[in-house]
């Protein structure tokens, strides 16, 4: 069976963190950099990203099912989850479909409902990237400033170049994202219920996390509960982090997970 790439640090009860879409393990570090004071903290990389195993498939019974081959793995019983972005829709499948396992579940600026392709711009300029030409993350960013407008954005889908024997390659399967993506933008499929203390946290100025998405959240997860940080995107972890750090201490304190 394959296991996703991971990394730990630190010691107490198990904290498992989930990426969004482009994104790798290191993504959530200033999320573990403060959690790994009091918890056993596993930072992993998504398939078909970073350093994990590449499959042409990402549907997210399959990717939950990934989570739960890691916590065998490693010999964890149960844990709990936080997840960003498509990392947060795989924490809530697992939650949903393996709700003995997980202790308390974070999500992070998404809904589990469906949302329209909106990446599509994001995955033509990276598959334009001429690689053969290329000798820095600067001239890269040149050439994807043609298809991506927002530097920050670049800045973190560039972290997927690596330089091997003077070349760069992404880390990421582009083919295989690009071709799962429908998968990626879908919503949630079952009919599974998760009743453990659940948090959303929104990016305020996010439109990812919307109040007509209440009711069908509070269905899944009735003992779920929101939070909003103010003058934040969805990229909230890394833009509020300090307070991102607070809400997701606070909760997990509450709930005796420490």
């Known amino acids: 069976m394959n296991i996703v790439n991971y990394t730990q640090q630190g010691q107490g009860e198990s904290l498992l963190l989930v990426?969004?879409?482009?994104?790798?393990?290191?993504?959530?570090?200033?999320?573990?950099?403060?959690?790994?004071?009091?918890?056993?903290?596993?930072?992993?990389?998504?398939?078909?990203?970073?350093h994990s195993f590449q499959i042409n498939n990402m549907h997210y019974s399959e990717m939950a099912k990934d989570i739960i081959a890691l916590l065998d793995h490693l010999?964890?019983?149960?844990?709990?989850?936080?997840?960003?972005?498509?990392?947060?829709?795989?924490?809530?499948?697992?939650?949903?479909?393996?709700p003995d396992r997980i202790n308390q579940l974070i999500v992070a600026d998404i809904a589990p409902v469906e949302y329209p392709p909106h990446h599509n711009r994001i995955i033509e300029g990276l598959k334009a990237l001429d690689l053969t030409i290329i000798k820095s993350r600067k001239e890269a960013d040149v050439q994807l400033a043609d298809y991506v407008n927002d530097s920050g954005v670049r800045q973190f889908l560039l972290r997927n170049l690596e330089q091997v024997d003077k070349h760069?390659?992404?880390?990421?399967?582009?083919?295989?994202?690009?071709?799962?993506?429908?998968?990626?933008?879908?919503?949630?499929?079952?009919?599974?219920?998760?009743?453990?203390?659940?948090?959303?946290?929104?990016?305020?100025?996010?439109?990812?996390?919307?109040?007509?998405?209440?009711?069908?959240?509070?269905?899944?997860?009735?003992?779920?509960?929101?939070?909003?940080?103010?003058?934040?995107?969805?990229?909230?972890?890394?833009?509020?982090?300090?307070?991102?750090?607070?809400?997701?201490?606070?909760?997990?304190?509450?709930?005796n997970i420490q």
Not at 22 to 49: E, P, W
Not at 78 to 97: C, F, N, P, R, V
Request: aromatic share 12%; net charge positive.
């Open 75 to 98: 010999n964890i019983n149960t844990t709990s989850l936080l997840g960003h972005s498509m990392g947060g829709k795989i924490a809530m499948q697992t939650a949903l479909d393996f």
């Open 168 to 255: 760069f390659q992404f880390q990421c399967n582009l083919d295989f994202i690009s071709q799962c993506y429908p998968q990626i933008m879908q919503g949630y499929q079952g009919s599974g219920k998760f009743t453990k203390p659940t948090l959303f946290i929104k990016g305020g100025k996010s439109d990812y996390l919307l109040p007509k998405h209440q009711a069908y959240i509070k269905q899944l997860f009735p003992a779920s509960h929101a939070k909003i940080i103010n003058d934040a995107g969805h990229w909230l972890h890394a833009e509020k982090s300090v307070i991102f750090n607070h809400l997701v201490t606070d909760f997990l304190k509450k709930f």
């Open 19 to 50: 990426h969004g879409l482009f994104g790798s393990c290191a993504n959530l570090n200033m999320v573990a950099r403060q959690l790994k004071q009091h918890y056993l903290v596993t930072n992993i990389d998504v398939r078909n990203h970073g």
